[in-house]
């Protein structure tokens, strides 16, 4: 496949997402904060992708989240962390990398082929 067709496919899909709107129930994607950074650039835990489900809806695409991590569950709620913004991305641990999400944020995920 070309690079343009490629892109085109892309850009055709995140328009497809922007039109998707939240609702409780949904799977969605969090991108985890990861562990701090060490002295020597190394990170425990590095930032990723996990597994989500929409608990809640607030304005603007902010989401409350239950968020599926190997280790157990974690709740982001509106009402007590603030919940958790879209941003537009991909998984950062996706082979198909096109926009990386920033960390504690949440976005749609792709569709495989």
Same mark, same amino acid.
């Given at each position: 496949?070309?690079?343009?067709? *490629?892109?085109? /496919? /892309?850009?055709?899909?995140?328009?497809?997402? /922007?039109?998707? @709107?939240? $609702?409780?129930?949904? &799977? #969605?994607?969090? =991108?985890?904060?990861?562990?701090? =950074?060490?002295?020597?650039?190394?990170?425990?835990?590095?930032?990723?992708?996990?597994?989500? @489900?929409? $608990?809640? =809806? +607030?304005? &603007? %695409? =902010? *989401?409350? #989240?239950? #968020?599926? %991590?190997?280790?157990?569950?974690?709740?982001?709620? *509106?009402?007590?962390?603030? +919940? #958790? @913004?879209?941003?537009? +991305?991909?998984? *950062? %641990?996706? &082979?198909?990398?096109?926009?990386?999400?920033?960390? +504690?944020?949440?976005?749609?995920?792709?569709?495989? /082929?």
């Amino acid at each position: 496949m070309r690079p343009s067709e *490629i892109m085109r /496919q /892309q850009l055709i899909a995140r328009a497809e997402r /922007q039109a998707m @709107k939240p $609702t409780v129930g949904r &799977d #969605v994607h969090y =991108v985890s904060a990861g562990s701090p =950074v060490q002295p020597d650039g190394s990170q425990m835990y590095p930032s990723t992708c996990r597994a989500a @489900k929409v $608990t809640e =809806v +607030g304005e &603007d %695409n =902010v *989401i409350g #989240v239950m #968020v599926m %991590n190997p280790t157990g569950i974690h709740f982001h709620s *509106i009402g007590a962390t603030g +919940g #958790v @913004k879209l941003e537009e +991305g991909a998984c *950062i %641990n996706s &082979d198909r990398l096109v926009w990386p999400s920033a960390p +504690g944020t949440w976005h749609w995920p792709a569709h495989v /082929q």
